[in-house]
């Protein structure tokens, strides 16, 4: 069974490619462009990794991040911090509040692809 | 007991002491006699007992007669003299005396006189010796005065519990806004800078106290930087304040100094810059990320569908464009911020023509005539690269043309000024001028390291030719964008030297204990007092309102011209012509001007922990408490009259005016009845009258009142 991949992010000329290049990786994806309608999706689609941009319309990507972590249901799920962002006390707060990875725009796609499929694999099938 | 009192009760002993005696001998006289000789002398009394009568009657007459010319001529000039010898000695030396007595009293007189104007000479020449001394002395306080007054920081110096001791005008401004209480509008509490002040009034306790303690700490492990940083929120301006503590030559701790910088600029600077940058980052990275992740999958996945990689190439493109949207726009945000960073002072269009063209005749050796617009409009420019900028144009164009004699003209055009500058000749080409503006400045060994284009640029400011459609005449123009505000900002205070005082610092405050609680105990010299005058519509306090109050402060002894409150006030009635002839204040110039209600609470303030004075304070005091419950304003300050002081320190003397008064202790009285002038002569006159008062016992606050109450004007109530 693929993994399923949650793409968190309001601006649609990052989405596209992503989700392309997860669907490549024969991932199964869904997107959202907002944090509230992210924690719609959750209970319904139940990523096993979550993509999440900080800069969100509303609800910012720390609050959906911090939501999920009080979940004991959701601790399983992978999050993954791809933000514009960069400051170190910005990738500082996010790994405190629970992120696996913190990946500051623009990335090569390599890297993403690399790091969601460390974090879905067990660790002696790691590339 | 008073003089007369004394004297009365003096002959009247004497002769009931007379009498006695008289009448005793009578009687022995009288125990003396037979039987016989008393009938005969008792027959003989009998007989003419009306002339009897009549010439007792006359020796008491003759002996009152003589009483009274002793009394006039001897005992009161004598009780004069005396108080005005002790005028002549201590506080005015140019007093003379001019009593009527006796021939004996006259040559006393004269001898006292003649004895004065020895002393007063003597007294001149030595003040002349310390005036030059002093002047010299103050010359030198002058130029500091001058430099501490245009430093671009605020400096103050306080006692070890906070008192001022000495501020410049821009701490006053930094602090509080204004240092001057005229400019002051009313209404809203000001914070106060004023010598004798607490500091503690202006900046918070805590953050000083902060300081100090920092302070205290480094003294103690004896570091060599000895300051302590702390930033305030000043009058509209954000204030970073050092603290230097000033320690005497046992280190013991004196005071400090505090001096204060105006960051409100560079902070707002620093802030924006940052801004601009983080916005700049953030759009950078997300337009990046988009453009980045595309290329990368079309590279990656050669063989995706067509309508996938078409998706992509306008995803690139999308974000190319916005990339370039967002270059655009910070280049542009950063250059309007660099250009207000850029110093440019404003000044009349006119006087920017005059200095370019007095340039080009100096410089260039060019006929140069001027023809200007009526009316006046600002510019705000570098006049130095401005002129250089123009000069080196048209030296070019000189050249070029050989053009010898331009005519200048400046002409409003909407939100810009032109400035044209014509000649006869030929026009100069566009590639000529454009290669011209983007050469370094440079006339003869005088150079820039700019081009026209880079000053131009600065400016806002456009250059360009054309040929003028009216005169036919080539033409280059200068256009200059108006400049709306006139004012640079920056305000200096011209300072006149010798004259000049400095009252804003006294360092003989260095050593005071806080003395505001203990005021009934302190000596008269050691208070800080407002002096003030009321003027009003007339004398009646239940319906008369006050139309001006003035007022001074004396700390330690200094009347601090300075430290003035001086409003008129609208009296909400009419003013009587009668009071306008005596203070000259006409209904016109009251309109406009506050109320009561705004300036009482000002003026509370002004006199907050000081003695008040004034001339017949009954009467001022009682104006004010009229308005105690309009205002909920109460002034609980101790008061002194100076009439109840005059009456006191003479008591023989019964006017007591102010200008008797002023006369007689040798006052020069310049602005009589205006409120700040009357409140000027007061102060004046009570530091004449400490010492005086200090001459018959009376030294501090509490004995002053306890005299003032006892003498009689003080029964005068309102």
Request: charged share 25%; aromatic share 8%.
């Amino acid at each position: 069974m693929s993994h399923k991949i949650l793409i968190v992010d309001d601006e649609p000329n990052i989405v596209v490619p992503i989700q392309f290049l997860m669907e490549q990786n024969g991932y199964s994806t869904m997107t959202a462009a907002s944090g509230e309608e992210a924690i719609e999706i959750i209970p319904k689609f139940f990523p096993d990794l979550i993509l999440l941009d900080i800069m969100l319309p509303g609800m910012d990507g720390f609050e959906v991040c911090e939501i999920i972590r009080l979940n004991p249901d959701w601790r399983a799920i992978k999050i993954i911090f791809l933000t514009a962002k960069g400051r170190e006390a910005d990738k500082a707060r996010g790994l405190v509040l629970g992120a696996d990875a913190y990946i500051s725009k623009p990335f090569s796609n390599a890297r993403v692809v690399n790091k969601v499929r460390e974090l879905l694999s067990p660790p002696e099938n790691q590339i | 007991m008073t003089p007369k009192n004394r004297f009365w009760i003096f002959a009247g002993l004497s002769i009931l002491a007379t009498n006695l005696i008289l009448l005793g001998a009578v009687v022995m006289f009288l125990r003396d006699l037979t039987s016989e000789e008393s009938a005969v002398l008792i027959q003989i009394i009998s007989n003419h007992a009306g002339y009897l009568f009549v010439g007792v009657i006359l020796i008491i007459a003759a002996q009152g007669l003589v009483l009274d010319a002793i009394f006039h001529n001897y005992i009161i000039p004598l009780s004069k003299i005396a108080d005005e010898t002790v005028l002549i000695n201590s506080v005015n030396p140019s007093h003379r005396i001019k009593v009527e007595g006796g021939g004996d009293i006259k040559q006393l007189v004269q001898a006292i006189n003649d004895g004065a104007d020895r002393y007063e000479d003597l007294f001149r020449n030595v003040r002349q010796k310390i005036n030059r001394a002093r002047a010299e002395a103050d010359n030198e306080k002058n130029i500091m005065a001058v430099f501490m007054s245009e430093l671009p920081q605020g400096v103050l110096i306080c006692n070890a519990e906070g008192r001022i001791l000495l501020y410049n005008r821009r701490a006053g401004d930094f602090l509080s806004g204004s240092g001057d209480w005229s400019e002051t509008e009313p209404g809203g509490r000001e914070k106060l800078v004023g010598l004798g002040r607490s500091i503690f009034d202006v900046v918070d306790r805590n953050l000083i106290r902060h300081a100090l303690n920092e302070i205290d700490e480094k003294l103690k492990q004896n570091e060599t930087d000895i300051v302590s940083l702390f930033v305030i929120a000043g009058h509209d301006k954000t204030i970073r304040v050092e603290t230097v503590p000033i320690l005497d030559q046992a280190r013991r701790f004196k005071g400090f100094l505090l001096i204060l910088f105006d960051i409100t600029n560079e902070l707002e600077s620093e802030n924006r810059v940052g801004f601009i940058l983080q916005e700049l980052i953030r759009d950078i990275r997300s337009s990046i990320a988009g453009v980045r992740s595309a290329v990368e999958a079309i590279l990656e996945y050669p063989e995706m569908e067509e309508r996938r990689r078409k998706c992509f190439n306008e995803i690139i493109h999308k974000e190319t464009l916005s990339l370039s949207e967002t270059v655009n726009r910070v280049a542009g945000e950063y250059y309007d911020h660099f250009k207000t960073q850029w110093p440019l002072t404003p000044m009349p269009d006119y006087g920017l023509l005059q200095m370019i063209a007095r340039r080009i005749r100096e410089k260039l050796e060019i006929a140069v005539d001027i023809d200007s617009a009526e009316e006046t409009r600002w510019v705000k420019v570098d006049s130095y690269s401005m002129t250089m900028a123009v000069l080196f144009l048209l030296n070019e164009l000189k050249k070029e043309t050989g053009a010898a004699h331009f005519s200048c003209t400046i002409l409003p055009a909407g939100r810009f000024v032109n400035f044209d500058f014509s000649w006869r000749g030929d026009p100069v080409k566009t590639d000529a001028l454009r290669k011209w503006k983007s050469k370094m400045i440079m006339i003869r060994n005088e150079g820039l390291p700019l081009s026209i284009r880079d000053v131009a640029g600065h400016h806002s400011a456009e250059i360009w030719c054309f040929v003028s459609r009216e005169s036919g005449l080539p033409c280059v123009r200068l256009s200059l964008p108006v400049s709306e505000s006139e004012t640079t900002g920056i305000r200096r205070n011209i300072t006149i030297l010798p004259q000049s005082k400095m009252e804003f610092y006294d360092f003989d405050l260095f050593d005071q204990p806080g003395r505001i609680s203990e005021l009934d105990d302190s000596l008269l010299t050691d208070l800080t007092y407002t002096v003030f005058d009321t003027e009003t519509t007339g004398l009646d306090p239940k319906t008369d309102e006050i139309i001006a109050i003035g007022a001074v402060r004396i700390v330690n002894g200094n009347l601090l011209r300075n430290e003035i409150f001086d409003h008129l006030v609208d009296p909400r009635r009419d003013v009587p012509i009668d009071s306008i002839r005596i203070h000259g204040v006409k209904p016109d110039m009251l309109e406009g001007k506050p109320t009561i209600d705004k300036v009482l609470p000002l003026f509370h303030q002004f006199a907050e922990g000081t003695v008040m004075v004034a001339h017949n304070a009954a009467f001022d005091m009682r104006m004010l408490e009229e308005k105690e419950a309009e205002t909920g304003i109460r002034f609980i300050n101790p008061v002194l009259d100076t009439l109840l002081l005059a009456a006191v320190v003479h008591s023989v003397h019964e006017r007591h005016d102010i200008e008797t008064l002023a006369e007689r202790l040798g006052i020069n009285v310049t602005a009589r009845h205006t409120a700040l002038g009357d409140a000027i002569s007061t102060g004046e006159t009570l530091l004449k009258l400490i010492p005086l008062l200090a001459a018959k016992g009376i030294g501090t606050l509490k004995e002053a009142r306890a005299a003032s109450r006892k003498t009689l004007y003080a029964k005068l109530k309102y």
